[in-house]
C-alpha cells in the first residue's frame, strides 16, 4: 500500500483516532489520581478527619478502624500520586493499570452506596479544593473506571518512556515523595489553603449573607389515616379540622439549598455561655486565636509554646483566646499538665478543625481579617 493510499485508508485515519483517544484517556486518568492524591496530601489532617467520618458512620469494624485514619490518609495519598503519576509517566504501565482497575473496583460500588444512602455530605475526593455531590462522585467513577478499562485492554498500544531501571527508579521516588508531602504538610500547614478561613479573608464579610439571596427550601408532607387508608398531604390541602382523618405522621425534606455564606457557623462563648464573637472579632487591635479543638489530641511542647506568646501579648497588649471544644474538667486537667495559664473559650470543634490544620495552631486576627495562621511547630 502506498503512503497516498495510508492516507486516505479509513481505517487507518480511525486507528489514529482511538490511539490518541486511548493516549487522551490515560492522561486524564492520571490528572485526575494526580489532583486528588496532591490535594490529599497537603491537606493530612482534613483527610484524616474525612476517613474517620466514613469509618464512624459505618460502624462496627469499620469504627473500630477510626485510630488508623492518620495512616490510612498517608496511604490513600501516596496511592493516588503513584497511580496518577505512573499513568501519565508510563512507569509500569501494565502493573499500574491493574492497580488503578482494583481501586476503582473497590471505589466505585463504595461511591453508589454513598450516593443512595448518603450517609456523609460529599465524599471528599477531592479535599476541600474541588467538593462535588456524591452522584457525581459516582458518574465520575464509571467514567474513569470505562477508562481503565480500556487502556488494559489496549495496553500494547503503549510503549515505555523509560527503561526498566529508571521506570523502578521513578516508583521509588514517587512513593518517597507522596509520602513526604503528607508528613511536612502535617508538621506545618497545607501550602495550599482551600478553607474558608485562609490568610486575607476578613471572617466578618465572610459571614454575610446579601439581602436577595435564596433561602433553603422544604416540603412538608402529612400522613393521615381514614378507615385503615393512609393517605399523604401537604400544607394546602390537608385535613384541617376534619376529625374523620386521624394524623399519623409528618415528613420534612429538603427541595433546594439556599445560599450559604463562606463561614457561617463561627460563634465564641465565654465561661457564662455569653457570645463574644462580635467583641473579638471587631476588635480594632491584633487579636491572637489558639485553636485547640480537643485538648486531650492537643501537643503539649505546643501549648507550652503558646504560653510564651501569651505572657508576650499581656506585655504588648494583643487580645489571646484560647478555643476549645473541649469540657471544662478535661480543659483544666490539661492546663495542669501542661502547666499553662492562658483562659479558654469555647467554640464548636468542627468549626475549630476548619479554621486551622493544627492542634494547637495559632491565628493571627486585625479587625477581623486573618494576618496569619502556624502550626504549634513553628511558634516562635
Known amino acids: 500500500m502506498t503512503t497516498e493510499q495510508k492516507k486516505n485508508n479509513p481505517k487507518t485515519a480511525l486507528q489514529i483516532v482511538g490511539n490518541v483517544s486511548l493516549q487522551i484517556g490515560r492522561i486524564l486518568f492520571g490528572v485526575v489520581f494526580v489532583f486528588s492524591g496532591f490535594v490529599k496530601a497537603i491537606d493530612l489532617l482534613g483527610s484524616t ?3 474517620e467520618d466514613y469509618l464512624r458512620t459505618f460502624g ?40 488503578a482497575l482494583i481501586f476503582m473496583l473497590v471505589m466505585t460500588p463504595l461511591t453508589l452506596y454513598i450516593a443512595i444512602k448518603n450517609p456523609v455530605t460529599d465524599c471528599g475526593c477531592f479535599g476541600d479544593a474541588l467538593v462535588i455531590s456524591n452522584w457525581a462522585t459516582f458518574i465520575k467513577n464509571i467514567v474513569l473506571l470505562a477508562i481503565i478499562i480500556l487502556l488494559l485492554v489496549y495496553h500494547a498500544k503503549f510503549t515505555a518512556f523509560f527503561s526498566k531501571k529508571t521506570q523502578y527508579l521513578a516508583l521509588i521516588l514517587i512513593i518517597a515523595g507522596g509520602v513526604l508531602l503528607s508528613v511536612m504538610s ?9 478553607l474558608p478561613y485562609k490568610v486575607g479573608v476578613n471572617i466578618p464579610k465572610a459571614m454575610l449573607i446579601p439581602d ?19 393517605k399523604e398531604f401537604t400544607l394546602e390541602n390537608y385535613p384541617k379540622g376534619d376529625s374523620s382523618w386521624v394524623f ?52 503539649v511542647e ?14 504588648s497588649g494583643i487580645k489571646f483566646y484560647a478555643l476549645t471544644g473541649s469540657s471544662d474538667a478535661d480543659v483544666q486537667e490539661f492546663k495542669d499538665k501542661a502547666d499553662v495559664t492562658f483562659p479558654f473559650w469555647k467554640t464548636d470543634p ?31
Do not use: C
Open 49 to 51: 478527619y474525612k476517613i
Open 60 to 99: 462496627g469494624f469499620f469504627e473500630s478502624m477510626a485510630d488508623y485514619a492518620f495512616p490510612l490518609a498517608i496511604a490513600l495519598s501516596t496511592i493516588e500520586l503513584l497511580i496518577g503519576l505512573s499513568l501519565i509517566l508510563k512507569v509500569h504501565l501494565n502493573i499500574t493499570s491493574v492497580l
Open 186 to 194: 502535617y508538621r506545618h500547614l497545607p501550602m495550599i489553603d482551600f
Open 212 to 230: 436577595n439571596a435564596p433561602s433553603d427550601e422544604f416540603k412538608t408532607t402529612f400522613i393521615y389515616v381514614k378507615d385503615g387508608v393512609q
Open 248 to 299: 399519623v405522621d409528618q415528613k420534612t425534606e429538603l427541595v433546594s439549598k439556599g445560599y450559604k455564606a463562606p463561614i457561617h457557623d463561627f460563634t465564641i462563648m465565654n465561661g457564662q455561655f455569653d457570645d463574644i464573637t462580635s467583641q473579638v472579632l471587631h476588635n480594632p487591635g491584633q487579636t491572637y486565636l489558639l485553636i485547640m479543638y480537643d485538648v486531650n489530641e492537643s501537643s
Open 302 to 315: 505546643g501549648a507550652k509554646k503558646a504560653e510564651k506568646i501569651y505572657q508576650q501579648s499581656l506585655k
Open 350 to 380: 468542627t468549626v475549630l478543625k476548619t479554621i486551622i490544620r493544627a492542634n494547637p495552631g495559632l491565628v493571627l486576627l486585625k479587625k477581623g481579617t486573618i494576618l496569619g495562621k502556624w502550626n504549634w511547630r513553628d511558634f516562635k
